[in-house]
């Protein structure tokens, strides 16, 4: 008697991209995507209070910087086993590095191009996924200094908290600010907004 086996034929390894290759990159549609260790990983919609305090602070910065330096959908190569990018909720990029990203077909900022001046990301209200949250205060933390980032934001409405870090020696020193507390911006000293006025950002 014969005995059948289900025989299953492995599956392929997705394939990884390069940052050329994701560079040139188009499936046609408006989805938003991030390359992590060379495979693309769809980054899904913006949750509102990720737009609303991006929005918020865009416009703050734009009292000190030209509306072409501050920026929302640029993305930034960073470093990793594989090819790999971040989508940033907000991106300050110096004039130099405006200049390299002018004319590009993917607002996206390589190794060869001047690092942004400021980094901001927003921890999602929703976003309670401890892997997910590790992502902005551990994973980006190290990939951002790397870069040599001077200045980076965890905005953090979950937390109650914004973190702002300054590069000092290849890493990041952070200050917390809570509440009525005056952030401290060492890209902008000027600056007069509180904590609970980005964290509370909206009508």
């Given at each position: 008697m014969t005995i059948s086996r289900n025989q299953s034929?492995?599956?392929?390894a997705p394939k990884r991209m390069?940052?050329?290759?994701?560079?040139?990159?188009?499936?046609g549609t408006d989805t938003r995507y991030e390359l992590r260790d060379g495979l693309l990983v769809d980054m899904g919609a913006e949750s509102d209070i990720n737009v609303v305090i991006g929005s918020l602070l865009f416009s703050i910065f734009l009292q000190w910087v030209p509306y072409y330096c501050v920026r929302r959908g640029t993305e930034i190569a960073v470093s990793g086993s594989a090819a790999n990018t971040r989508y940033p909720d907000l991106v300050v990029v110096t004039e130099a590095g405006a200049a390299a990203l002018a004319g590009q077909q993917r607002s996206l900022i390589t190794f060869e191009m001047p690092a942004p001046a400021l980094v901001v990301e927003v921890v999602s209200n929703?976003?309670?996924?401890?892997?997910?949250?590790?992502?902005?205060y551990i994973d980006k933390r190290r990939e951002y200094a790397k870069?040599?980032?001077p200045e980076y934001w965890i905005v953090d409405p979950v937390a109650a908290v914004v973190?702002?870090?300054k590069l000092v020696n290849q890493?990041?020193?952070?200050?917390r600010f809570r509440g009525d507390e005056r952030l401290v911006s060492p890209a902008f000293p000027e600056l007069t907004l509180s904590a609970?006025?980005?964290l509370e950002a909206g009508p």
């Open positions: 034929t492995p599956k392929a390069t940052l050329e290759e994701y560079l040139n990159y188009d499936d929703s976003d309670t996924n401890q892997r997910s949250r590790d992502r902005d870069r040599e980032i973190l702002v870090l890493d990041y020193q952070e200050q609970k006025q980005v």
